[in-house]
């Protein structure tokens, strides 16, 4: 299987959340995540944020994984609840652990600051553990990341076989 948590290969301080999160379910390098990524972004008109701070969509990560092969079922949506009601990431991470692969999105109160990580058989990558997979524990997620609070939850749940064929033109 080409999906599963693993240390995020090539990280640095500079990789946000995002790039983080995919480089450490796929395998591949931070640059070309990003790339992929901005691409995505431009689809929309967008330009990729390379400030962590702002907000970005995570549909653009979602079709990065998508053309790399991965689709995802929506497997928790929190965005009907008042932030108030939706659970902190550290509070998330309380959960019994699964053994699905999941990407877990959050935003702040103002909803113009996202994050997202990696979590699968009760560990987690993201940046805030420099890109390497560590235990799952409400103990590692630094106060600045438990502004965010839980939005929605994505698992992978089918591989396709064929995910060369999507990268045409890359």
Known sequence: MKFFLRDAPGWTENVVCTTTTLCAVTGEQPGYIATLISRRAALRGKVY???PAQAYNIGDC????????????????????????RSLISDYLRRLPSSEL????????????THVFALQNGELVDTYTFGKKVVASPA???QACDVHRVKRVFNIV?????????????
């Open 49 to 51: 944020p390379a400030d």
């Open 62 to 85: 979602l079709d990065v994984m998508r053309d790399l092969g991965a689709e995802f079922v929506q497997s928790e949506n929190y965005s009907e609840l008042p932030y108030a009601n």
């Open 102 to 113: 999941k990407l877990v999105f959050g935003e702040n109160e103002a909803a113009d600051m």
């Open 140 to 142: 590692i997620v630094p």
């Open 158 to 170: 089918e591989i396709n076989p064929d995910w060369m064929d999507t990268l045409v033109g890359v």
